[in-house]
């Protein structure tokens, strides 16, 4: 049977159709060469009483690294394994499409980098991509530093007052204020002032979250979009941004008209270094309505992300003070009293690995989802097309099979002479940033923002659980969540040595975490 399966596999890899396969194979006893994806029967109860993250790491450790699972009509394919993972996201991407995730975000990325498919997708990535060349981000390095600064002092405060922080709301609002600076040159200013378009974002997120876990797609029923409150405040929040991003469009568009700079590889204005600047200073060749969706793709994907990664190291960091001190000690030798540079980076390899670490125990999304577009073999298994799919990146982060004490938070796993691990070097068994074409544009940029606020923060503070601090469990939109927030006393740490600073040279990123 194993010698039908490899000839079989061959002539699908060069190309030969399903049906001829099937005419060919179809007399091997149990309906061909392939066998039955094990069938797990769930109830959509279970799954969303919990994060659905959960109950799903349960039936991989009962059915294996593919199953399918049943809801009355629908039924989704659930991966857990490295090989089949690598199949869709990387060997085989074409045939795959993001599916569901694409009609749930619709209503706020409409076509997007992250739901894009096809033609539109590949135009859009080949424009943004060059937009996070070395130049850019070691500029961003500098607001990373700044709004990490700027954190600095409310915490200042509170320690001195001897108030408890809610970490995760404070990691969200410093993530939307570097994200809209960075993307679109907006200055949210969300740490100091709750504006309406502050609250407006939270607003879209929210529903974008809500509708991620939604099991009856209830804003698509006609009458109800009208009614609906709920609805109605989504869609004022909708068009309160877009107002804002077709302002940011214009103005930005008026300054490239009159700028005098030639656009180049690693164009950058020092005024404003946004990713909206270069992309109109490259004469991207786009409709404003596309330009508004991957600005407001990029505003979603890389705030709330590098939110949760913070959120979910300093609670692993609270759990670990073993590791809190070896990483103070580590930051006090590099920056002691001054803001990282992009040199800094290569030299903050511990903090990088608690980093590396945190995303291997709480991925930022802990699901990737696809759909087939055409029929398809997965390991032993053939598959039709238009078969819903998660990839559980959780599953495969935290598999007892694929790592040793798979629930230890250890970023010792990762030596410091190693190469900073990602999806290729760990064999598609770590996916903190995806895998394949679709992999994260903002790899590099995301690892350098948590290493800079979680360096600036662990040397000014020390930071515990809060007395009475509600327990930390998990919930889940796109990103994992706290239940109740992340409750910590904040304490002022004893001043460290001051190290001189250093002089700035060539700027160089550290090759090993790839630009995609
Ligand atoms: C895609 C994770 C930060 C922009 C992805 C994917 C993952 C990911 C796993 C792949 C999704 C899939 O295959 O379905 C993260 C994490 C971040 C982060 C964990 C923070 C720690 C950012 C930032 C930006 C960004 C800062 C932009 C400034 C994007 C975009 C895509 C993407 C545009 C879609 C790429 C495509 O489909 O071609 N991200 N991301 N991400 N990310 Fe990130």
Redesign the pocket.
Known sequence: KSVLLSIMEGLAKVGVPNEVLDFLFGWVEGGGVYRKIPEAKGSIKAIRSVAFFIPLYELYLTYGGIFRLTFGPKSFLIVSDPTIAKHI?RDNSKAYS?GI?AEILDFVMGK???P?DGEI?RVR?RA?VPA?HQKYVAAMIDLFGQAADRLCQKLDAAASDGEDAEMESLFSRLTLDI?GK??FNYDFDSLSNDTGIVEAVYTVLREAEDRSVAPIPVWDIPIWKDVSPRLRKVNAALKLINDTLDELIAICKRIVDEEDLQFHEEYMNEQDPS?LHFLLASGDDVSSKQLRD?LM??LI???E??A??LTWTFYLLSTEPRVMSKLQEEVDSVLGDRCPTIEDMKKLKYTTRVINES?RLY???PV???RSLEDDVLGEYSIKRGEDIFIS?WNLHRSPKLWDDADKFEPERWPLDGPNPNETNQSFKY?????????????L???Y??VVALAMLVRRFNFQMAVGAPPVEMTTGATIHTTQGLKMTVTHRIKPPIVPSLQRSTLEVDSSISLS
């Open positions: 996201l993001k995730l997007g980098l992250i894009a997708w990535r943004i996070f994200i960075a993307v990713i991957d793709t990029m994907a890389g705030h992300t590098s949760a990664v995303l991925p930022q999304p990737l989802i696809r990146v996916l903190p940033f995806g895998g394949g074409p679709r992999k994260c544009v903002g790899d940029f995301a690892t923002e948590t």
